[in-house]
């Protein structure tokens, strides 16, 4: 099992930055993927940004050139930066973890391990 706990978000205005933080611990997967997925009042849980032990990135096309998502060299950390925010970041952001089985990282639905989510609020 492993254990993810983010920190970071906050309330911020337009334009401003915030960088969000998942501290993982637990088990061991050998190939997996890591990442950030956000979820507004009413709609889906979507994928922000993940990636993935071959070292890929990925990002969603509404925060591509926005937000980066990082890890510390142990890669039990996990960041991510956000920049230029905008009041359609509002959300509540996940970090999860999941098996990585080769090409993409699997969606929400694929992710197996989850923390509680931190609260962005951009207005």
């Known amino acids: 099992h492993v254990q993810l706990v983010e920190s970071g978000g906050g309330s911020v205005q337009v334009g401003g930055s915030l960088r969000l933080s998942c501290v993982a611990s637990g088990d061991t997967i050998g190939r997996y993927c890591m990442g950030w997925f956000r979820q507004a009042p009413g709609l889906e849980r979507k994928g922000v940004a993940t990636f993935n032990t071959d070292g890929d990135t990925s990002y969603s096309e509404y925060v591509k050139g926005r937000f980066t998502i990082s890890t510390d060299s142990a890669k039990t950390t996990l960041y991510l930066q956000m920049n230029n925010l905008k009041p359609e970041d509002s959300a509540m952001y996940y970090c999860?973890?999941?098996?990585?089985?080769?090409?993409?990282?699997?969606?929400?639905?694929?992710?197996?391990?989850w923390g509680k989510g931190t609260q962005v609020t951009v207005s």
């Open positions: 999860a973890v999941g098996k990585y089985w080769g090409g993409s990282c699997p969606g929400a639905v694929g992710m197996e391990y």
